[in-house]
Nanobody
Framework: QVQLVESGGGLVQAGGSLRLSCAAS????????MGWFRQGPGKEREPVAA????????YCADSVKGRFTISRDNAKNTVYLQMNNMKPEDTAVYYC?????????????????WGQGTQVTVSS
């Protein structure tokens, strides 16, 4: 069983930055692919970014490319999402997810474990 706890959400003005963290309670954190998803008001959950367990290769949704960066620190069992130049449309609940095996990083059905989410609000 993997428990994921997100933190770092909050209110930020457009153009500002936030860094989300997701701490995982599992011994073999380095063996997990990690992803960030978000769900805005009245919208479906959508992929944001993901990072491979083996070579740290990353995936980023087109909507956040060049603005958001995913990274991980296996020594701290933590994955991060650095969000820069934020826009009002980034307003959403952000979820961290984990899976040992992922074929399509953008497919939320491929992730086995989810955090409770953290609210991010970007004001214009």
């Amino acid at each position: 069983q993997v428990q994921l706890v997100e933190s770092g959400g909050g209110l930020v003005q457009a153009g500002g930055s936030l860094r989300l963290s997701c701490a995982a309670s599992v011994r073999t954190f380095s063996a997990y692919n990690m992803g960030w998803f978000r769900q805005g008001p009245g919208k479906e959950r959508e992929p944001v970014a993901a990072i491979n367990w083996n070579d740290d290769s990353t995936y980023c949704a087109d909507s956040v490319k060049g603005r958001f960066t995913i990274s991980r620190d296996n020594a701290k069992n933590t994955v991060y999402l650095q969000m820069n130049n934020m826009k009002p449309e980034d307003t959403a609940v952000y979820y961290c997810a984990a899976s040992r095996a992922v074929l399509h990083y953008s497919d939320c059905d491929e992730y086995d474990y989810w955090g409770q989410g953290t609210q991010v609000t970007v004001s214009s």
